[in-house]
């Protein structure tokens, strides 16, 4: 198990030192949630690929009316919480490829964990609109339905599906990823604000 410098409980007091709406703590949860159901599947670290769902988005309240920033103010809070270079790489790592932030547009993602993450904090925002549309239900959502929203590229189309998509790059299929994504977020529908 990789060391970690803070503890879950402190991770989520750092958010909230910052000005958060509500959907961005449950983004963070949603994103902890299915990074962890991952790291499980994968036989990896959950605490580690937990953290990194939870802290992706760590300098969000900071720069969402400045994207250009988004990824790049990660750094300076995580180093001061005692977070290595490696881990402060996989947050930025979201990142890449968007037009709007230009440090990171030309980098490309590359290792297993960088997929996961960028494909689960995505696919957080289809599974929650889907959930809301249903009368705020997670609990009898199952993966044929999800899919035929993931189709419809109207529907919560702000989530990138190209991004998603890329979980295939680390051996899951599609139906296996929304699998296993509708079941985490399941699993903490009352912290999130879901039935």
Same mark, same amino acid.
């Given at each position: 198990?990789?060391?970690?410098?803070?503890?879950?409980?402190?991770?989520?007091? $750092?958010?909230?030192?910052?000005? @958060?709406?509500?959907? &961005?703590?449950?983004?963070?949860?949603?994103?902890?949630?299915?990074?962890?159901? $991952?790291?499980? *599947?994968?036989?990896?670290?959950?605490?580690?690929?937990?953290?990194?769902?939870?802290?992706? &988005?760590?300098?969000?309240?900071?720069?969402?009316?400045?994207?250009?920033?988004?990824?790049?103010? +990660?750094?300076? =809070?995580? #180093?001061?919480?005692?977070? &290595?270079?490696?881990?402060? @790489?996989?947050?930025?790592?979201?990142?890449? %490829?968007?037009k709007a932030i230009p440090k990171?547009?030309?980098? *490309?993602?590359?290792?297993?964990?960088?997929? +996961?993450?960028?494909?689960?904090?995505?696919?957080?925002?289809?599974?929650?609109?889907?959930?809301?549309?249903?009368? *705020?239900?997670?609990?009898?959502?199952?993966?044929? %339905? $999800?899919?035929?929203?993931?189709?419809?590229?109207?529907?919560? @189309?702000n989530c990138n599906r190209e =991004?998603?998509?890329?979980?295939? *790059?680390? %051996?899951?299929?599609?139906?296996?990823?929304?699998? =296993? +994504?509708?079941?985490?977020? #399941?699993?903490?529908?009352?912290?999130?604000? $879901?039935?």
């Open positions: 198990m990789k060391e970690l410098p803070i503890t879950r409980k402190q991770a989520i007091e $750092l958010l909230k030192t910052m000005p @958060q709406e509500d959907s &961005d703590i449950n983004h963070y949860l949603e994103s902890e949630a299915i990074m962890r159901a $991952l790291a499980k *599947k994968f036989g990896e670290d959950s605490e580690y690929w937990g953290m990194l769902g939870l802290l992706h &988005d760590v300098d969000w309240s900071l720069t969402k009316d400045n994207w250009g920033e988004h990824c790049s103010n +990660a750094e300076e =809070i995580l #180093k001061e919480k005692g977070f &290595d270079n490696k881990f402060i @790489q996989l947050v930025q790592s979201h990142g890449y %490829g968007y990171f547009m030309n980098k *490309k993602r590359t290792e297993k964990i960088e997929h +996961a993450l960028a494909a689960a904090e995505t696919l957080t925002g289809i599974i929650y609109a889907y959930a809301l549309m249903k009368g *705020k239900n997670i609990s009898d959502m199952e993966v044929s %339905g $999800l899919k035929k929203k993931f189709k419809d590229k109207r529907f919560a @189309q =991004i998603i998509k890329e979980i295939e *790059k680390t %051996g899951l299929s599609i139906d296996e990823f929304f699998e =296993i +994504a509708i079941e985490a977020m #399941k699993n903490i529908k009352s912290d999130i604000g $879901l039935e």
